[in-house]
């Protein structure tokens, strides 16, 4: 288990030449693993080959899904994809080094805030052999040691792709030891206790997986508990398109995180919009669950909600339906029910549309559009890092931004602050400075 | 101690009102509060009176210092002084409902990061009656509701300017609740087990107080732990320069988090600058504790440096030094003793400047400055919020920046993601928008 210490220990040494890198040595480092990657796809293969047959035993046992094997498949067009995903984060722009703020505290003393990196990075993943890769190539863009751990049917897939990727990015000159594979479980929860080496910790998986880690650890998390989503039709809802955009967040993928889970409906247009929608739902399978209004109006079209239908992420084509009678009472029952990820309101009424969105208290806020757009990729962030329901730091479809932090650099020339105290005190001029970091300290 | 419950219950119901109060509404409000401050300034120096009163008892039998009371005193120079600093920050530009991001992600679908209040903050401040005044005005500003628990000996202080705020507040149409006031250490305690309840704590006082609140809790800590600050004079160092800022950083006051505490001196400069600044520091009282090297160089004009003296925070009239081979040498010392809090560099070399600034991990790198320049004033920040020690979220002197998160506003007319997807997909523009969320909205 120490062995883990003496990771994170490498890990924390490598991190401090690695906020010196160039955007060229970083993107020359990626463009190296994307070439090592491609000429190693027959060992990379092989090695799958190892999960895979491993995995197959379990499935024929029923251990696990047939989802599973799809998952964890590596065949050359995953490969393939996996380089030209490299090379994309190669060509994204480098989020490290960016002049935040600039400002003269006086002539010739002056302040620079600058995007950094974090320091160490823990990452916990799914069994997706390109989880590894996408991980490792957005960490060292963002300038951090990352300590990684996978599931355990990608085990051998995982050990290939990782010794590849340490190999060619050592040879191009990335700090030796900025990249580390944890075995076990007990290396994770070992991993969990170093909050002097690991500055930031991120889950990816299922709701369970990340509210353990997250009641484990003093270290932030950046994680993902779940996505409790609304969408509430106000009395001013353009029906048709109030229609289409619920249909499109249950059906359109239901096991993520960003479909529909419950619709709110305004009392002066239940009438309207339930039957139609209802009849939707079940041309699409889906069993919608109402309260008592909506059993008065549906009859045996609707099932009965029990209470525990609010606030309930289904991932499945289930909905549930709640009539309210004002906007006020939808934005409450999302406050209270919801889980802060993405809720919508369809409203033709601008004002409406306004007051919802700035009360309701979700990562995401939507305005006439369908839920499931809640994507880093959709939102041009460029390549996701994960979705955080966390407040703190990053909120949200979050992008290599949420892998930064900033420090401040103040360049001066023997300045001292008894000059700036008492009689005769010199005044700062806290003048906003029209250049960059670099500019400034290359004077 | 439910009451506790009940009060971030309350809490955070208002927030979610105090998010959509606009930048006037805030700013009317804050100068209701200074006009109420100032119109109640009697009796709040007849509360301040009977916290004195309790004091000066607990002085008189050898509990606590005389600078206790000194900082406790209220008197009308200092209720001005509160009450202009409310009235500064009306006057402060809204951190909330900036636009950050903006892009059109199709035609008619676009998408904004807006800056938003993080919810609901829980403060714990030292006994200074101006503290209360000072985080009520930033919560308010930046549109968060704050559980407050201040020293306990300024009790009487803290109600009577609490009950003020509140009501003038209240009257002035800041939804009701929005501000608490805790009253015991069991509060703290309970406080800190409503992780649903309150997303920020941010402790003020001492390390160790700060480290118990940060090993107590579930909910993100803005904290400060230590300053433990360097200052490394390099080969190429200004003599003259290196002597001034080093006596500056510690002398000039050197109670405090950013005061030096170790200087390491390049061992080709050391003969040169050692003799000198020891002799400054002499004559200022400063004791210096000198490694082997230092103690052949000086002899008995330093005390031998004990382990112990590495990575301490003196507080006091004290300084380590310690004479290094190399830069790397320097660097290595700070990233493994500092504190991650402020650290300088002497040279009027610019490529040594720039390595050690980029490899040292603190949040505030120096090149040829005192390192007392560290602070939210200084830096131009407009008010501080606290220091942060921490890579998550704010690092550094913290403005009011610091009490904000984001949220995503997306805004369409019935888009859905089958749209974008499949055969004949559409794409995404992802277009930057050169407008802000509200042209956005109200289109």
Not at 185 to 201: T, Y
Not at 408 to 414: D, K, P, Q, R
Not at 417 to 426: I, L, M, Q, R, T
Request: charged fraction near 25%; proline fraction near 2%.
């Amino acid at each position: 288990m120490s062995n883990v210490l003496a990771k994170a220990q490498d890990a924390k040494n490598a991190s401090v030449k690695l906020a010196t890198l160039t955007t060229e040595q970083k993107n020359m480092a990626l463009n190296a693993i994307a070439d090592a990657v491609w000429r190693n796809r027959l060992p990379i293969m092989h090695a799958n080959k190892k999960d895979l047959t491993e995995t197959e035993r379990l499935l024929s046992k029923g251990e696990i899904k047939e989802a599973v094997i799809q998952r964890l498949k590596l065949d050359t067009a995953k490969i393939t994809d996996i380089v030209e995903m490299i090379r994309s984060v190669a060509g994204l722009d480098d989020p490290i080094g960016k002049t935040q703020y600039a400002v003269e505290l006086d002539d010739g003393l002056e302040l620079y805030r600058v995007s950094s990196p974090i320091g160490v990075v823990g990452v916990v993943f799914e069994s997706r052999p390109d989880a590894l890769p996408q991980i490792a190539s957005l960490c060292l863009k963002s300038g951090n040691a990352v300590l990684m751990k996978g599931g355990s049917e990608a085990k051998y897939s995982n050990e290939a792709l990782f010794k590849i990727i340490k190999d060619a990015s050592e040879d191009a000159d990335v700090p030796e030891g900025w990249i580390q594979l944890l075995e076990s479980r007990d290396d994770v929860a070992r991993l969990l206790e170093l909050n002097n080496h690991v500055n930031l910790i991120i889950p990816r998986g299922s709701n369970r997986f990340v509210e353990y880690i997250m009641s484990h650890t003093k270290i932030p998390v950046l994680g993902h508990s779940e996505g409790v989503c609304h969408i509430y039709i106000d009395r001013d809802a353009d029906v048709d398109k109030a229609v289409e955009v619920c249909l499109d967040s249950k059906i359109q993928y239901p096991s993520v995180c960003n479909a529909l889970d419950a619709i709110l409906v305004h009392k002066d247009i239940a009438g309207v919009f339930l039957p139609r929608m209802v009849g939707k739902y079940s041309e699409a399978g889906v069993e919608v669950r109402g309260c008592s209004r909506t059993v008065a109006l549906l009859g045996d079209a609707v099932k009965r909600a029990s209470k525990s239908d609010w606030g309930y992420e289904y991932l499945d084509y289930k909905v549930a339906v709640k009539v309210v009678d004002s906007y006020d009472e939808a934005i409450n029952h999302i406050n209270g029910y919801g889980s802060h990820h993405t809720d919508a309101i369809m409203t033709e009424d601008t004002e409406t549309a306004m007051t919802f969105m700035k009360s309701v208290d979700s990562a995401s806020v939507f305005w006439n559009a369908s839920t499931r757009f809640s994507d880093g990729y959709r939102y041009g962030l460029g390549a996701e890092v994960g979705i955080s329901t966390g407040k703190i730091h990053a909120r949200g479809p979050t992008g290599l931004e949420g892998l930064t932090i900033y420090k401040y650099y103040l360049v001066g020339s023997g300045q001292i602050v008894a000059s700036y105290v008492g009689e005769n005190a010199k005044k700062f001029t806290h003048k906003k400075l029209d250049k960059g970091w670099l500019e400034g300290i290359k004077r």
